[in-house]
């Protein structure tokens, strides 16, 4: 029986995917599920309760890379499982908190885990696939994780119907389901030579994150120029350029620098950082805008960007079976000019007046067709520009920059919102989205020039 699961690249893609699609749920799913999370704790404002996603995104950005080198080092199949149960158990002390920040300490935890299952399912991903079919895997991967990103909020709209509390225990099942299976149907891979991750470097990258969304969270509160922002821009500043000076000398650096000279790889991942801001501060806004500007409930806020996620799945599909004919430049540009002219629908058609059908659902179906455009596109760069053993610090340095565009986005829009929630500010926040949609499909456009690099099966070799 081990023998015929682990034969089954069918069941890998299945595996990996349920692992992904929980670790990218848990990015969203909170959002709709704030306005009873600071009913149950009150006095807490838009700033504070923005670290609940925040800190879990900070720590995913920063161990995200190291999380891809220790699995190449000591076993995707391992580490992924590790992942997978640090994610569970820290996803049953979440639904357990009894103060905001219990909850985010213990979301930094559930980051760990989820940074742990990211980088090895791809990898895991990759290794079970022939090149050939490669491209078809990674856009049904891409598909789950695009999906259970946008479904964040209609799952969690109803899952907030019983308790906040349930949109962490939703995860106890299918964490448990995946690891009693995943040792049956995952095969090991590992690639000896890689050395010990630069763990200094890691910290450097938290740091300098973690310093950056600060300074912009409580830059409204406290003014640009308080000692504070100033500080945590500085802190900031000395831990990124920390984090490249390692990477630059390190053997097993956080930061991949020798891929990232494959012009490809640092395009995808200047993509990757674009559009995963567009995309977290849509997601972010959206939910307040349905709440707060048209009085929906949490569970019909949730429900109704449900259409979003059935475009993303059905673009990502067909992405995934004729996408390999263009390449990803083009469809990362065509991606971000569907997403921009969906939110400009929003710019131009929503006000106070509650009208959904006409005004917010037109841009639903544009976003979410971009969002199937672009995401597997970028994630799929890695396996025809890679050797093998460097699939899992590629996909770490893809996920890296989806993890830093997101908390950029979300503490971008709390700037732009600047403490008000009425639609001047949410019109505000869509002309942000629109700016980094076109700055995204300009970055496809720039990699469609590098066509004639990926097009090919064989990765193309990367010096040491």
């Known amino acids: 029986m081990t023998r015929k699961l682990a034969d089954r690249p069918g069941m890998v893609l299945l595996l990996v995917s349920v692992a992904t699609f929980l670790a990218s749920l848990d990015l969203f799913i909170v959002n709709i599920a704030f306005p009873d999370i600071r009913l149950a704790f ?28 220790l699995a190449d080092r000591y076993g995707r ?34 980051a760990i885990g989820a940074a742990l299952v990211m980088p090895t399912s791809l990898a895991l991903l990759l290794t079970a696939f022939p090149a050939a079919k490669r491209s078809a895997a990674v856009g049904a991967w891409s598909a789950v994780g695009a999906m259970a ?19 962490f225990l939703v995860n106890l099942p299918i964490g448990l389901l995946a690891l009693v299976f ?47 922002v100033l500080g945590g821009f500085v ?56 709440t707060g500007v048209w009085g929906n409930s949490i569970l019909v806020a949730g429900l109704s960007q449900s259409p979003g996620p059935l475009a993303v799945v059905v673009t990502s599909i067909l992405v995934g079976k004729w996408g390999h004919r263009v390449g990803p430049g083009p469809k990362v540009a065509l991606g971000g000019l569907s997403f921009g002219l969906g939110t400009t629908l929003w710019l131009i058609n929503l006000d106070a007046t509650p009208d959904y059908f006409a005004g917010m659902l037109p841009g639903q179906m544009l976003t979410g067709i971009g969002v199937g455009l672009i995401l597997p596109s970028l994630s799929a760069v890695v396996g025809t520009v890679l050797p093998p053993d460097r699939w899992g610090a590629g996909s770490s340095m893809i996920n ?21 929630q009425d639609l001047t500010a949410f019109r505000h926040g869509w002309v942000f989205i629109v700016i980094v949609a076109l700055a995204t499909a300009l970055t496809g456009a720039l990699l469609a020039t590098r066509r004639n690099a990926i097009d090919h099966h064989q990765p193309v070799a990367v010096a040491a």
Request: charged share 10%; aromatic share 10%; proline share 5%.
């Open 235 to 290: 802190v900031s500043a000395a831990g990124l350029v920390w984090a490249v000076y390692r990477a630059s000398r390190h053997p097993v650096p956080v930061l991949d620098l020798v891929s990232l000279k494959v012009p490809t790889l640092w395009l995808a991942c200047l993509g990757m950082i674009l559009f995963s801001a567009g995309f977290a501060a849509m997601v972010f806004g959206n939910v307040l805008f349905l």
């Open 182 to 228: 995943g040792p049956f149907v995952l095969r090991e891979s590992k690639d000896a030579t890689t050395g010990v991750p630069d763990l200094l470097g890691a910290a450097g990258l938290l740091v300098g994150v973690g310093a950056l969304t600060y300074s912009l969270v409580e830059a409204p509160d406290d003014g640009w120029g308080s000692v504070g």
């Open 77 to 110: 199949r391992r580490l992924f499982l590790i992942g997978v149960a640090i994610f569970t158990a820290a996803s049953v002390a979440c639904a357990a908190a009894g103060s905001i920040p219990m909850l985010v300490a213990f979301r930094v935890l559930q």
């Open 400 to 420: 890296t920059s989806r993890q830093i565009g997101m908390v950029l986005g979300t503490a971008i829009l709390v700037v732009v919102y600047g403490g008000a």
């Open 149 to 167: 990103a946008a479904l964040g909020p209609p799952v969690g709209g109803l899952l907030v119907e019983a308790s906040w509390r349930w949109v």
């Open 42 to 69: 009150p006095g807490s404002d838009l700033a504070t309760m923005s670290w609940i996603l925040n800190g879990y995104t900070v720590m995913f950005a920063a161990f995200l890379a190291p999380a891809g080198r």
